[in-house]
DNA sequence: ATGTCAATAAAGTATTGA
């Protein structure tokens, strides 16, 4: 089974790229971050057409997250639970049977990036992150193939991005952020990218500055497994080639490979 | 601070967020 994260960065900008990789990739289950657009306004009969059932947890202007599974939904959840005052859409979770009668849970997150440091926008971050250490605490006591992904807007060290010294006081890099990641992490999650390489390697390039260019990228794009996730994961694919399309996101797509097993789309 | 981009309000261009 691919299970996919992108941060695409709009939806009504990235729809030709999203549907261009979804028709090579076919993925059987993606979550896009940053979709910018209320729930309506989502165009969900171009992913129905290609076999995919879509949730969205949408907001005008800013952020949002979707998910689109080939496998149907037994159950949705929006925002991380005890925060309904959030006025953010940054969270949505969905729950599959496999066709084993086995389950899946994919939770697509968008956390929040935090910076200028010296506003509330830092302070939200590392409240989410607070809420967020609660949230997979409670879903790992499931003891269940569980997936924690999208971007965290997190680098979670300095191997992770071109130039340390770049990133030094940033929220994406402040050592009180990776301080609450690395207590998440602690609670039993495997980073999938490097429980299958020590390269390294970057799925978010600057629009500025010619980060592209010079790849002067970082790494905050992550597939985060629980142990019965982890023991089914077989690959990690980074769609670098997508930062190199026209009118391409600042984030590339993340796929994991796991030995779950898929349900069809259509019944044979 | 940015060799940039997307969305919004509003009618060409500034603002916000990243």
Redesign the pocket.
Known sequence: MRIATW?I??????LPAVLTWLDETKPDIVGLQ?I???DE?FPRAEFESRGYNVETHGQ????GVALLSKIPFDEVHRGLPSNDEDP?SRLIEGVFSTEDGGVVRVCNIYL????PVDTE?FPYKLGWMDRLYDFVEQRLAYEEPFILMG?F?LIPTGFDCHDPSVWWGDALFRPESLEKWRRIVNLGLTDALRATTSEQAFTFW?????AW??NAGIRIDHLMLSPQAADRLTGVTIHKDTRGWD????HVPVEGDFTLAGRPAKAA
Do not use: M, V
């Open positions: 941060n960065n709009g939806i009504n900008a990235r940053e910018k657009c209320l306004n005008k202007s800013f952020n953010q929040p990036n935090g910076n926008k971007d807007n600057d629009f500025q500055a010619g260019r010079r009118k391409p996101s600042d």
